[in-house]
C-alpha cells in the first residue's frame, strides 16, 4: 500500500484512525486483538435491544457523512423494525466527490470497521441482508473489503448464527461501474437493481420503499464505520466531541495547493485555517490560498477571508456553504477560478444522467457559455446568462442535488470573484498567470 | 451489470452482439442492456488498448498537473484522442472524472490498481515497462487480470450462442445490427 497521508496515531481526536497505519490491520487477527475490534457488536448483540442501539446513535447526534448531514439515529428509526418480509441495509462506498477520499481511506486501512458498523446498523434496523455498493474504479478497497467480509463470515460473524446470536445477517458487494450520480441515494438502488442510475422521485423515501421496494437503510461508509465507536464510547460519550449541533469529528480530504495533502481526522467545529494551514502544511512557498471548497467540488467555495470558518454545518450553512463530504480542495493565486469554475461545470454536464431537463440542459449551457468566455468571445450578456442558468439549476429544480451542485459553483464563484469573471468576460484578460488543465 | 462485466472481461469491449447475447440470456430487451452499458462510464463500447489509462483531470488533479500527465502520455504513445488504441494494440487512454485518491495528486488507474504521485517520466517509465512485458502484479491478493484485448472480437457466425435454456434465440428484429462505434455513448465532456 501506498504510504499513509492522513491521521493516524492515538491523538486526542483520532477517534476512527486511531490504530490506521498499524501492520496488518486489516485483518480480522490485528483488528480485534489490537484495535478492540467487534467489542461493539458483541455488545450490541448480546448486551442491548436493538431499539437501544438506535437510540444510542440518535444520542450520539451523529450526522450522515456522506454529503447531505441527515441526523443518522433518525435515518435509522424511519425503518419499521416490525415490518413483515425482508429490509435492506445498503452502503454507500460509492465516493466520488471531486476532492474527496475519505470513504477509500477507511476501507483501505481498517475494513473490518466498516463491516462491525454495518452488522450492527442492520441487527438494529431489523435487517437481515446488507450490500455494499462500492465504486468500480475502487479495485484495491474492493480486494480487502472482499477478504475482510470472508475472514468475519469464515470466524462466524457473518452468516445464519454471528457469535451465536440467532439472528442471521450477511453481507454481499456490488461493484459499480463509474457514474458520479450512484452517490445519490435513489439513484444507487436504481443502479443495484440494474438499471441505469436516474433518481426516483420522493416519497416514497428509501426507509419505506427501497431497494427492490423493501424498506430499505441508506448509509455512507464513514457513518457506518463512526457506528462502532458510538457503540463502545455510549451515544452521550460520542456527543461531547465536536461542536453540540454537529458532534463528533469527521475525515476531511485536503487536496491541491497544499503542501501535505492527507485525509485528516478533525473534531468537528475546528477552523479551515487550522485544517488547511495546519494540518495540511499550507500552500506551497511564495503562494497564498486564494480558494477552497469546503466539503466536496458541490459545496459553495470560500475566499480566504473566509479560512476562519469552522468546520460544523451552522457555520458552513452561514457562510452560505457546507459540510457535504469533507473534501476540502484548495487552490493557491496562481490559478484561476473562472478555469476552475469551468472544469467542474464540465465535470457536472459530464456526469448528469439526463433525467431532470434543467440539469440536462442547464449543465450543458453553462459550460458553452464558459467556453465562450475563456475563448475572448465572452460579453456581459454571458455573465447575465451563467447567472440566469445558476437560478435555474437551483432551489429543488432537479429531482436530485447533481443539478444544484453545478448551480453553487457558478453562484458562488460569482459572488466571490466576480472581478475574475469580469477579466475575462468584459476585458478578455486574465490576470493569473499560470493555464490549469482543459481550460 | 455483472453479466456486462463478464462479456467485457473477456472481449475487452462490449460489442453489440456481446450485449445482444447478454440481453438473451438474461432475458431483457436489448434496448435495455444497451441502456445500462451506454450510462455506465466503465463499460466500454469501443476497442481499448491492454493497458488502459484511466488519468484523472478533476480539480484536485487539475491544480497538480494533470495536463501535463496526459499530454505525455499522448507524446509517448502517440496517441491522440480518447478513442484511439496503439497500432499493437497496448495503449489507450481516457480522461476521468475523480477517483478519489486525491491526497496523492495527480494519479490515475492502470491496469486494477491506482498509480500515484505521477510525473511525465513516470508515465515513460510505466509505458516502458508494460511494452517489455514487465507489470507488477496489482497486490498479492488480486487475481490476474485477464489477457484481453488485441485479437478482434469473435463474430457471432464464428461463434454460435451457446444454448441456454428458455431463452429464446435473438431475433434480428429485436436487435438490428449496428455498427461499430456508432453508439450513443454520453460524449465526454472533456474529451
Same mark, same amino acid.
Given at each position: 500500500?501506498?504510504?499513509?497521508?492522513?491521521?493516524?496515531?492515538?491523538?486526542?481526536?483520532?477517534?476512527?484512525?486511531?490504530? #490506521?497505519?498499524?501492520?496488518?490491520?486489516?485483518?480480522?487477527?490485528?483488528?480485534?486483538?489490537?484495535?478492540?475490534g467487534y467489542t461493539a457488536l458483541r455488545k450490541a448483540l448480546f448486551d442491548m435491544a436493538?431499539?437501544?442501539?438506535?437510540?444510542?446513535?440518535?444520542?450520539?447526534?451523529?450526522?450522515?457523512?456522506?454529503?447531505?448531514?441527515?441526523? &443518522?439515529?433518525?435515518? +435509522?428509526? #424511519?425503518?419499521?423494525?416490525?415490518?413483515?418480509?425482508?429490509?435492506?441495509?445498503?452502503?454507500?462506498?460509492?465516493?466520488?466527490?471531486?476532492?474527496?477520499?475519505?470513504?477509500?481511506?477507511?476501507?483501505?486501512?481498517?475494513?473490518?470497521?466498516?463491516?462491525?458498523?454495518?452488522?450492527?446498523?442492520?441487527?438494529?434496523?431489523?435487517?437481515?441482508?446488507?450490500?455494499?455498493?462500492?465504486?468500480?474504479?475502487?479495485?484495491?478497497?474492493?480486494?480487502?473489503?472482499?477478504?475482510?467480509?470472508?475472514?468475519?463470515?469464515?470466524?462466524?460473524?457473518?452468516?445464519?448464527?454471528?457469535?451465536?446470536?440467532?439472528?442471521?445477517?450477511?453481507?454481499?458487494?456490488?461493484?459499480?461501474?463509474?457514474?458520479?450520480?450512484?452517490?445519490?441515494?435513489?439513484?444507487?438502488?436504481?443502479?443495484?437493481?440494474?438499471?441505469?442510475?436516474?433518481?426516483?422521485?420522493?416519497?416514497?423515501?428509501?426507509?419505506?420503499?427501497?431497494?427492490?421496494?423493501?424498506?430499505?437503510?441508506?448509509?455512507?461508509?464513514?457513518?457506518?464505520? *463512526?457506528?462502532?465507536?458510538?457503540? !463502545?464510547?455510549?451515544?452521550?460519550?460520542?456527543?461531547?466531541?465536536?461542536?453540540?449541533?454537529?458532534?463528533?469529528?469527521?475525515?476531511?480530504?485536503?487536496?491541491?495547493?497544499?503542501?501535505?495533502?492527507?485525509?485528516?481526522?478533525?473534531?468537528?467545529?475546528?477552523?479551515?485555517?487550522?485544517?488547511?494551514?495546519?494540518?495540511?502544511?499550507?500552500?506551497?512557498?511564495?503562494?497564498?490560498?486564494?480558494?477552497?471548497?469546503?466539503?466536496?467540488?458541490?459545496?459553495?467555495?470560500?475566499?480566504?477571508?473566509?479560512?476562519?470558518?469552522?468546520?460544523d454545518a451552522e457555520a458552513l450553512a452561514a457562510a452560505k456553504s457546507m459540510g457535504g463530504?469533507?473534501?476540502?480542495?484548495?487552490?493557491?493565486?496562481?490559478?484561476?477560478?473562472?478555469?476552475?469554475?469551468?472544469?467542474?461545470?464540465? #465535470?457536472?454536464?459530464?456526469?448528469?444522467?439526463?433525467?431532470?431537463?434543467?440539469?440536462?440542459?442547464?449543465?450543458? +449551457?453553462?459550460?458553452?457559455?464558459?467556453?465562450?468566455?475563456? @475563448?475572448?468571445?465572452?460579453?456581459?450578456?454571458?455573465?447575465?446568462?451563467?447567472?440566469?442558468?445558476?437560478?435555474?439549476?437551483?432551489?429543488? =429544480?432537479?429531482?436530485?442535488?447533481?443539478?444544484?451542485?453545478?448551480?453553487?459553483?457558478?453562484?458562488?464563484?460569482?459572488?466571490?470573484? /466576480?472581478?475574475?469573471?469580469?477579466?475575462?468576460?468584459?476585458?478578455?484578460?486574465?490576470?493569473?498567470?499560470?493555464?490549469?488543465?482543459?481550460? | 451489470?455483472?453479466?456486462?462485466?463478464?462479456?467485457?472481461?473477456?472481449?475487452?469491449?462490449?460489442?453489440?452482439?456481446?450485449? &445482444?447475447?447478454?440481453?438473451?440470456?438474461?432475458?431483457?430487451?436489448?434496448?435495455?442492456?444497451?441502456?445500462?452499458?451506454? #450510462?455506465?462510464?466503465?463499460?466500454?463500447?469501443?476497442?481499448?488498448?491492454?493497458?488502459?489509462?484511466?488519468?484523472? &483531470? !478533476?480539480?484536485?488533479?487539475?491544480?497538480?498537473?494533470?495536463?501535463?500527465?496526459?499530454?505525455?502520455?499522448?507524446?509517448?504513445?502517440?496517441?491522440?484522442?480518447?478513442?484511439?488504441?496503439?497500432?499493437?494494440?497496448?495503449?489507450?487512454?481516457?480522461?476521468?472524472?475523480?477517483?478519489? @485518491?486525491?491526497?496523492?495528486?495527480?494519479?490515475?488507474?492502470?491496469?486494477?490498481?491506482?498509480?500515484?504521485?505521477?510525473?511525465?517520466?513516470?508515465?515513460?517509465?510505466?509505458?516502458?515497462?508494460?511494452?517489455?512485458?514487465?507489470?507488477?502484479?496489482?497486490?498479492?491478493?488480486? *487475481?490476474?487480470? =485477464?489477457?484481453?484485448?488485441?485479437?478482434?472480437?469473435?463474430?457471432?457466425?464464428?461463434?454460435?450462442?451457446?444454448?441456454?435454456?428458455?431463452?429464446?434465440?435473438?431475433?434480428? @428484429?429485436?436487435?438490428?445490427?449496428?455498427?461499430?462505434?456508432? &453508439?450513443? /455513448?454520453?460524449?465526454?465532456?472533456?474529451?
Amino acid at each position: 500500500m501506498a504510504e499513509l497521508r492522513g491521521s493516524s496515531g492515538d491523538a486526542p481526536q483520532n477517534l476512527l484512525t486511531r490504530w #490506521f497505519g498499524t501492520p496488518n490491520l486489516h485483518t480480522l487477527d490485528v483488528y480485534e486483538s489490537k484495535a478492540g475490534g467487534y467489542t461493539a457488536l458483541r455488545k450490541a448483540l448480546f448486551d442491548m435491544a436493538p431499539a437501544d442501539i438506535t437510540n444510542e446513535v440518535k444520542t450520539s447526534g451523529l450526522r450522515g457523512r456522506g454529503g447531505a448531514g441527515f441526523a &443518522t439515529g433518525v435515518k +435509522w428509526s #424511519f425503518i419499521n423494525r416490525d415490518a413483515p418480509g425482508p429490509k435492506y441495509v445498503v452502503v454507500n462506498a460509492d465516493e466520488s466527490e471531486p476532492g474527496t477520499a475519505k470513504d477509500r481511506y477507511i476501507l483501505e486501512n481498517s475494513p473490518h470497521m466498516v463491516v462491525e458498523g454495518i452488522l450492527i446498523a442492520a441487527y438494529a434496523v431489523g435487517a437481515n441482508q446488507a450490500w455494499v455498493y462500492i465504486r468500480g474504479e475502487y479495485d484495491e478497497p474492493r480486494r480487502m473489503l472482499v477478504e475482510a467480509i470472508d475472514e468475519a463470515r469464515a470466524k462466524g460473524y457473518i452468516g445464519p448464527r454471528p457469535m451465536g446470536k440467532d439472528y442471521p445477517l450477511d453481507i454481499q458487494i456490488y461493484r459499480g461501474h463509474g457514474a458520479y450520480i450512484c452517490g445519490e441515494e435513489t439513484a444507487l438502488l436504481e443502479s443495484l437493481e440494474g438499471k441505469r442510475a436516474q433518481p426516483r422521485s420522493r416519497p416514497p423515501f428509501p426507509a419505506v420503499k427501497g431497494a427492490w421496494g423493501r424498506p430499505t437503510l441508506l448509509n455512507n461508509v464513514e457513518t457506518l464505520a *463512526t457506528v462502532p465507536t458510538i457503540i !463502545n464510547m455510549g451515544g452521550a460519550g460520542y456527543a461531547k466531541v465536536g461542536t453540540a449541533k454537529n458532534p463528533g469529528t469527521r475525515l476531511l480530504t485536503v487536496s491541491g495547493n497544499v503542501r501535505k495533502p492527507g485525509v485528516y481526522e478533525v473534531e468537528i467545529g475546528k477552523t479551515f485555517r487550522h485544517v488547511i494551514m495546519e494540518l495540511a502544511g499550507g500552500p506551497p512557498e511564495g503562494r497564498k490560498v486564494k480558494v477552497f471548497w469546503p466539503g466536496g467540488s458541490s459545496a459553495p467555495v470560500l475566499p480566504e477571508s473566509m479560512l476562519d470558518v469552522t468546520t460544523d454545518a451552522e457555520a458552513l450553512a452561514a457562510a452560505k456553504s457546507m459540510g457535504g463530504s469533507g473534501g476540502v480542495i484548495v487552490m493557491d493565486d496562481s490559478h484561476c477560478v473562472v478555469k476552475a469554475a469551468y472544469r467542474l461545470l464540465q #465535470f457536472y454536464a459530464h456526469e448528469s444522467c439526463g433525467k431532470c431537463t434543467p440539469c440536462r440542459i442547464g449543465q450543458d +449551457w453553462a459550460v458553452r457559455t464558459y467556453e465562450r468566455i475563456l @475563448a475572448n468571445e465572452g460579453s456581459q450578456i454571458d455573465l447575465d446568462i451563467l447567472r440566469s442558468v445558476s437560478d435555474g439549476l437551483q432551489n429543488g =429544480r432537479s429531482l436530485c442535488g447533481l443539478g444544484d451542485s453545478g448551480g453553487w459553483v457558478i453562484d458562488s464563484t460569482l459572488r466571490h470573484f /466576480r472581478d475574475e469573471y469580469e477579466d475575462h468576460a468584459l476585458r478578455h484578460e486574465c490576470n493569473v498567470g499560470r493555464v490549469m488543465a482543459h481550460a | 451489470m455483472p453479466a456486462l462485466d463478464l462479456a467485457q472481461e473477456e472481449l475487452g469491449h462490449l460489442t453489440p452482439e456481446a450485449m &445482444t447475447e447478454v440481453a438473451t440470456a438474461l432475458e431483457l430487451d436489448p434496448g435495455y442492456v444497451e441502456g445500462v452499458a451506454t #450510462f455506465y462510464s466503465l463499460f466500454h463500447l469501443t476497442p481499448v488498448g491492454r493497458h488502459h489509462f484511466y488519468v484523472c &483531470t !478533476n480539480l484536485s488533479c487539475a491544480i497538480r498537473g494533470s495536463a501535463e500527465i496526459v499530454r505525455r502520455f499522448q507524446e509517448a504513445t502517440g496517441v491522440k484522442a480518447p478513442d484511439e488504441v496503439t497500432p499493437d494494440g497496448l495503449f489507450s487512454y481516457e480522461e476521468v472524472e475523480c477517483l478519489g @485518491a486525491c491526497e496523492y495528486a495527480p494519479m490515475m488507474r492502470l491496469d486494477q490498481r491506482f498509480h500515484y504521485d505521477l510525473t511525465p517520466e513516470k508515465i515513460d517509465e510505466l509505458i516502458a515497462d508494460r511494452k517489455a512485458g514487465r507489470t507488477a502484479p496489482p497486490s498479492p491478493a488480486a *487475481t490476474p487480470p =485477464r489477457e484481453r484485448g488485441g485479437e478482434p472480437p469473435p463474430s457471432p457466425a464464428a461463434t454460435p450462442p451457446r444454448k441456454r435454456r428458455g431463452a429464446a434465440p435473438p431475433s434480428p @428484429a429485436a436487435a438490428p445490427p449496428r455498427k461499430r462505434g456508432g &453508439t450513443t /455513448r454520453k460524449k465526454k465532456a472533456d474529451g
